[in-house]
């Protein structure tokens, strides 16, 4: 099974600040990485794909790059719908695994 | 709209069985696979099962092989998830969730909201 890390597990940050948030394969994964915005009490929310492909209607303040197995998600001027949790997500291999999240928190 | 309405959750003894559902719309059901994927309480994401498209492949994650069987009928837009054998760890929101592109692999889309088993003697 692939192991998805990510770091830090928490980021206190403030609004209009930019903010780099990252996820390590235990194993390289090529590009297939997603990376998910969560808020309270919703599902899942798609932001990228292919590890920097946004997904329809994402803002162009969310970006992804890397590939192999290390991966970064950049968010720019961040807006306070921004304060959530993150996930990323391999599907290169069976089972398909998510990172822990990384919260983003406002200082 | 696309949509992903999830329904059957409930609470269950340890040992027992459910059978959760999930009624697609919005799309073309038949093109895509579909996922169950679940987080306990307070807790990350787990893949859970997916089911090809043409049910051709079906997989689990370890922690549910043999227990869980995964399902779809492509005339009523549904996908299914029967879960036998509960344990207390099974305990957690599940959603039904659909792959970004026809007929292959990718990211996961859309999300339903998902529909909560609580494991609990």
């Known amino acids: 099974e692939i192991v998805m890390t990510q770091s830090p597990a928490t980021l206190s940050v403030s609004p209009g600040e930019r903010v780099a948030l990252s996820c390590r394969a235990s194993?390289?994964?090529?590009?297939?990485l997603a990376w998910y915005q969560q808020r309270p009490g919703q599902a899942p929310r798609l932001l990228i794909h292919?590890?920097?492909t946004r997904a329809s209607g994402i803002p162009a303040r969310f970006s992804g790059s890397g590939s192999g197995t290390e991966f970064t998600l950049a968010i720019s001027s961040l807006q306070s719908e921004d304060f959530a949790l993150y996930y990323c997500?391999?599907?290169?291999?069976?089972?398909?695994?998510f990172g822990q999240g990384t919260k983003l928190e406002i200082k | 709209e696309v949509q992903l309405v999830e329904s059957g959750g409930a609470v269950v003894q340890p040992g027992g069985s459910l059978r959760l559902s999930c009624a697609a719309s919005?799309?073309?059901?038949?093109?895509?696979?579909m996922h169950w994927v679940r987080q306990a309480p307070g807790k990350g994401l787990e893949w859970v099962s997916h089911?090809?498209?043409?049910?051709?492949?079906?997989n689990y994650a370890d922690s549910v092989r043999g227990r869980f069987g995964i399902s779809r009928d492509d005339s009523k837009n549904s996908l299914f998830l029967e879960m036998n054998s509960l344990r207390t760890e099974d305990t957690a929101l599940y959603y039904c969730?659909?792959?970004?592109?026809?007929?292959?692999?990718?990211?996961?889309?859309?999300w339903g909201h998902g529909t909560m088993v609580t494991v609990s003697s």
């Open positions: 089911i090809s498209w043409d049910s051709g492949s079906t």
């Open positions: 194993q390289t994964i090529n590009t297939n």
């Open positions: 292919g590890a920097s």
């Open positions: 969730v659909k792959d970004a592109v026809v007929a292959g692999y990718e990211a996961f889309d859309i």
């Open positions: 997500h391999q599907y290169n291999h069976w089972p398909y695994t």
């Open positions: 919005g799309f073309t059901f038949e093109d895509y696979t």
